[in-house]
């Protein structure tokens, strides 16, 4: 049996889908979620907590819901340090920091985000280093970062470089993750966005794939944004990726 056909067993697909709230409206935000009646999971970003803040992942934990506060720190040692330490201590389970930022910065991170959950009685939450965004395609990322490795190479030295800093999860495009999974095998935590159902846009991602490949390769968790949110029945849209995956 496949590794993702064994780590299936007993899991329902919905815990797999993390459900993108990219609105710049809190009100928007908690609609769209409470549309979703077996929602789980759900993707706190840049805009909606610039426009939010704090409370509104809150809400969604009070809620019932699972946050990923997809806020992708990068910045010296301290200062990651101490966002992570507050994002553990709002109670959400993922947290993108860039692996850019290097070994310390990372290390330091994961240190801190550890100590902000202990101090609210919480687990400790998940560190996900990002690789490299799906935005990128790679003749541009070569082309306009001047880095020579290709795409792919770098998306695993960036994963190899957190792993050793001891985070226990990267972001990486669903084309990099059977290579990711290789040489980080489970419980370490693959976050794929770029998750496109068979017959959706591909919009301003450039590495993607259809939710039943991404969990074939690896994934172990998939973030789906405007296929769901954007459908005129978000909550059927949700149950047809389950099915996909089902």
């Known amino acids: ?105 990372l290390a330091a991170a994961q240190a801190a985000a550890v100590e902000g959950a202990a101090a609210e009685g919480l687990s400790a939450p998940t560190l996900l280093a990002v690789t490299v965004l799906t935005s990128w395609d790679a003749a541009r990322f070569r082309q306009e970062l001047a880095i020579p490795t290709p795409l792919d190479d770098h998306a695993a030295a960036l994963a190899a470089l957190a792993a050793a800093a001891g985070l226990t999860g990267a972001v990486c495009s669903p084309q990099e993750v059977a290579r990711l999974r290789a040489a980080h095998p489970r419980p370490f935590t693959l976050v794929t966005p770029g998750i496109r159902p068979a017959g959706s846009e591909a919009a301003d991602q450039k590495r993607v794939m259809t939710p039943a490949q991404a969990l074939a390769a690896g994934a172990s968790h998939l973030v789906i944004g405007r296929p769901i949110s954007a459908a005129a029945d978000p909550a059927a849209a949700f149950a047809a990726c389950c099915a996909e995956l089902g």
């Open 1 to 105: 049996m496949a590794e993702a056909e064994r780590d299936l067993q007993g899991w329902d697909p919905a815990d797999r889908i993390i459900l993108a709230l990219d609105r710049g409206d809190a009100e928007q935000a908690l609609a769209l979620a409470a549309a979703v009646p077996d929602l789980r999971w759900v993707k706190v970003g840049l805009e909606l907590f610039t426009a939010a803040g704090p409370a509104v992942v809150r809400e969604l934990r009070r809620r019932g819901l699972r946050v990923f506060l997809d806020l992708k720190f990068h910045d010296i040692p301290t200062t990651m340090a101490g966002a992570c330490r507050s994002a553990a201590r709002l109670g959400a389970e993922l947290i993108t920091v860039h692996a850019c930022a290097g070994g310390e910065a």
